[in-house]
């Protein structure tokens, strides 16, 4: 079988040319290639076309295929990035002051079931490779024509339960010859699959950990999320507040905020106190509207009510402005999409 790539991260390429009888540079060769959105190994006129046929012979470069871009008015495009095997993922394209941050899907569907995202819906498809993760930022730079400076894994699907994938893509794109990105500019978000949440702070202690926590209490949170019976809350934030002690960075809670659930003065005062002393921030988020599912997003007045109380009690918190939601391109309005060319169904 043919090798892809792609999904080599920067040793393993080493070691695939090293295969081929290649020395080391070629490495940073053939990223910069592969990076720049080049697919057809003659058109890497750096290399010798001896290596260019040895190349062909024994390795593919993995293809995304544009499906549909969708425009918002506040500067954030959705892409639909379609797979050979059909399967397609979106992802997003943000401005902020600081830079570009790319939304990245992990997975096509996902299997963690949480009652209020639309990702969940379908279930999982499958596992995305580190190569199409890294299809989708390059898409978006090409479309753009405009670098990425920062990406957050807070797509489709849990970064967490393909966690070989995730790891190779995090070095693929930090590799210098790639995307460079530095390791602080990328952010994983997880539902709090713990065993993994562990490795990653061992692995890539740099790399931003974003929770996404959305209740106050275990009762509530497992209400939301299944994946809170696994993985008790508990437990969760005892992990967080050792990744703040470990890493000396601090954890990141999202917090969606519905109406009636998880919103009200009693919620925040009991969160304050779980997270009392904690090195984390949470970014609070009315929860965007799925069609499907019955929950609402809390109005304005009882969101920024909810954060002058984490304020008051010393809670670092933000209320995020909710981008692309024009063109639900917003937190949990991402979706299993399957299309070809010219037939998107979602
Ligand atoms: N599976 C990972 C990565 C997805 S990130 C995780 O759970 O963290 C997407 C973020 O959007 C998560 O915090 C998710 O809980 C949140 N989200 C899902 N549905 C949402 C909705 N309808 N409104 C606002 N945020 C939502």
Redesign the pocket.
């Known amino acids: 079988m043919k090798e892809d790539i792609k999904s080599l991260p920067p040793e393993k390429l080493a070691g695939f040319l090293a295969g081929l009888g290649q020395p080391k540079y070629r490495t940073g060769q053939i990223f910069a290639w592969l990076y720049r959105g080049v697919y057809d190994f003659d058109e890497m006129t750096d290399l010798s076309l001896e290596l260019r046929e040895l190349l062909k012979e024994t390795a593919y470069i993995e293809r995304g295929e544009l499906l549909q871009v969708r425009r918002s008015r506040d500067g954030t495009r959705k892409y639909l990035l379609g797979f050979k095997d059909g399967e397609a993922v979106e992802s997003v394209f943000m401005k902020y002051k600081y830079g570009n941050s790319a939304c990245v899907s992990s997975q096509a569907g996902?299997r963690?079931g949480?009652a209020?995202?639309?990702?969940a819906l379908k279930g999982l498809s499958r596992n995305l490779t580190a190569g199409e993760m890294a299809e989708e930022i390059i898409a978006m730079e090409k479309d753009t024509g405009e670098k990425c400076s920062h990406v957050v894994?807070?797509?489709t699907?849990?970064?967490l339960d393909n966690y070989q994938n995730l790891a190779r893509f995090l070095s693929l794109i930090h590799e210098k010859k790639g995307l460079a990105l530095g390791y602080r500019n990328v952010t994983v978000?997880?539902?709090g699959l713990l065993p993994a949440m562990e490795r990653l702070r061992r692995e890539f202690p740099q790399v931003n950990l974003?929770v996404?926590l959305?209740a106050p209490n275990q009762s509530l949170r497992s209400r939301l999320m299944p994946v809170a019976r696994q993985y008790q809350m508990d437990r969760l934030l005892a992990a967080c507040r050792e990744h703040g002690q470990e890493t000396g960075r601090r954890v990141t809670f999202?917090y969606?905020l519905i109406e009636g659930f998880n919103d009200q003065p009693a919620h925040g005062e009991e969160l304050a106190n779980r997270l009392s002393g904690m090195l984390c921030h949470v970014n609070l988020?009315p929860?965007?509207p799925?069609s499907e599912t019955p929950w609402k997003?809390s109005d304005r007045k009882t969101a920024e009510a909810f954060k002058v109380l984490l304020e008051r009690r010393g809670v670092p918190v933000t209320l995020r402005r909710s981008l692309g939601a024009d063109i639900d391109a917003?937190?949990?309005?991402l979706r299993l999409c399957k299309g070809g060319p010219g037939k998107v169904q979602e």
């Open positions: 996902c963690m949480c209020f995202c639309a990702s894994v807070m797509g699907g849990e970064p978000s997880t539902c974003a996404s959305h999202e969606a988020i929860l965007n799925v997003g917003a937190c949990g309005q």
